[in-house]
């Protein structure tokens, strides 16, 4: 069973445009989200996050929007760039993070074309 | 560059041989996590470390899988009979537990294992 869903396997950009990449969760007791950003034979690196006594929380390009009623975040980057083609995970946790393991989505490549 | 390291960055081995990965975690950093990640799928966790006290296992962690932490600072994880099962990309994580902030966990650049 899938707690942590990325239902978009791919997505395609044009450059200067708006990325909008989705996640939803199942598990109400989740109240830390990251979001991770993978490039091919690295590790993930960590974009943003959010606490779950936001809606928002913004950092340059990148925002991350928080509907804890639809259990339902979401990554925004304005504008795209091609160095932003990778594969983006989103992750949850409980106890603000201090549960200890990260539940991970399956991940969404982007692809933002010049 | 002070992040998190892991050693080697590949290894292919045969069926049936051990393996051994090291991690070295961003310093001062007291939690120390270990995932696996295949193709296709995002980072499932194995295990994890606060100081030198393993507090948690997955069950994907079989009996072949085993990990220390010994003085609270680098990691291995060891795989011992290996499977073909078992390729996969192992990643390391550290983080700070710290009362009152929410705690973010820095990968390392991963294992990339080929079991033949």
């Known amino acids: 069973d899938q707690q942590v869903k990325q239902n978009s396997p791919s997505l395609s950009v044009q450059e200067g445009r708006i990325s909008i990449l989705n996640c939803d969760y199942t598990?109400?007791?989740?109240?830390?989200f990251l979001w991770y950003k993978k490039y091919p034979a690295e590790g993930p690196t960590f974009l943003i996050s959010?606490?779950?006594?936001?809606d928002k929380n913004e950092d340059g390009r990148f925002t991350v929007f928080l509907n804890k009623s639809a259990k339902h975040l979401s990554l925004h980057i304005v504008p795209s760039q091609p160095g932003d083609s990778a594969v983006y995970f989103c992750?949850?946790?409980?106890?603000?993070?201090?549960?200890?393991?990260?539940?991970f989505g399956k991940g969404t490549k982007l692809s933002v074309k010049p | 560059d002070t992040g998190v390291s892991q050693n080697p960055r590949h290894k292919i081995t045969k069926r049936g041989q051990n393996v051994t990965f090291r991690c070295d975690p961003i310093s001062e950093h007291n939690r120390l996590y270990w995932y696996r990640q295949t193709l296709g799928q995002g980072p499932e966790f194995l295990t994890y470390f606060q100081n030198e006290a393993q507090l948690e296992k997955s069950r994907l962690l079989s009996d072949r899988f085993s990990a220390e932490r010994p003085k609270g600072s680098f990691s291995t994880l060891e795989i011992q009979r290996t499977e073909q099962g078992d390729s996969a990309m192992y990643l390391c994580a550290s983080s700070r537990l710290a009362r009152g902030h929410q705690e973010t966990q820095y990968f390392g650049p991963g294992t990339r294992l080929l079991v033949l």
């Open positions: 598990n109400s007791m989740f109240d830390y």
């Open positions: 959010i606490s779950s006594i936001k």
């Open positions: 992750a949850a946790s409980a106890w603000g993070g201090s549960q200890g393991n990260l539940i």
